[in-house]
């Protein structure tokens, strides 16, 4: 495991994974300038963390549009986003601490955008008075067993702190 | 009679800078030889093993085409690979897996400052992306940290379908000589297949598409890359390979009838 931390937020990785945490107010995933930008939800002002168990495509949107396209079966991907600190106020984001990741909370439906055979989980939460959103893809709906295990493995190593 | 001695004397004074010109021309080779490794003056006894082994000297001048770097000692192992652990250009922190992965990567150590690098930044971002040395290949750009490099002028440059990561770790672990400089990691064995420099990424996609022939690492049939995968590679690959043939999950020809030999037998029966 190797852990990557920025931006209060830190993760350990297995080995295989890849992971970027982009700092609040960074552009790296081009979110306005990328094509991809129009298949992701309303992107995060806040920091954001996208890990995966295969090699993360530089241009991705904050919901790992540009990303999930390149998914195998056998993999995963986790995105944390963490939005406006108002909101953590609000109803949405009342539930506090990391949630679990459990199989039959997978679903196709819940894809940010559909992709054949994909399965997706979502959940919004707080930490430390930080909001965030968790959305969590594995490659293969039928099999996401032992995908989904792993996935809460990685997601139960996400630590957040108070910003400073 | 005096014509003729003076036409002589001539003679023999032109022959005499010929053989010093000449003389002075053999020095220069024996100097360069020696140079370079050969010592003619061993005896004869051994040209064979000499022509076996190739010369070595550390004195001997490397040449390069300007801008280009020298390589490292020939002799150097290029040895493991490590995953890369760095800072993203515009805020961040980021990691890079190029060890135990399915795919080779070819790292592109760049700095903002260099003029050569300036061709590979170009290049790199090139509409399309730039032409890989192999199949299944993935390129990473790596840059000093943000204590050595400018951070806003690395992101300036950095190629918006390129990940770009800054460590100067990376830059020790893999004993980079200067930039720009190129890698080549073989991902299912973690180790550096091939390295070098150039001034042009044609030239240096060349160089590397030469190692992975070298390495063996060419995938042009399904049984090599069926080879060379991991599990997870593997279990990929089957599936595509099922659906291509239309056999998706839960379709009828992975659950079969059981055999008849296996009728009477059921589960928990003796």
Redesign the interface.
Known sequence: MIRLANSGISIDLPRRWDAQIRSAGGELTSRSASPLAPLDATPSTGSVLHAGSFALPAERGDYGSGAVEVMGGSDILICLLEHEPEAAATALFRREGLPSVGVADFSPESMQRAMPGMSGFQRFFQVAGRPFCLYVVVGHHVTRGPLVRSAHAVVQTISIVPKS | MAALVVALALVVALLGVLVIGLLRSHAEILRALHDLGVNLEDGVAAPAARRRTPAVSNRAPMRTSEGVPRPRDENAPMGDAV?L?GE??????????V???G?ATVLAFLSSGCGTCGVFWEALAAPGGPELPGPDT?VVIVTNGPKAESAAAVADLA??????IMTSAAWDDYRVPVSPYFLLVDGPSGTVVGEGSGTSWDQVRDLLGRAIADAGLARSDDHNRLARMGG??R??WV??EMQAAGIE??HPSLYPEPHPSHGGIEDGAP
């Open positions: 995953d652990t993203l250009p515009l805020g961040g922190a980021a990691r890079v897996a060890t135990g992965v795919h993935r190629p918006k379908a390129i990940v770009t997870q590679d279990a990929d599936d595509s999950p839960g």
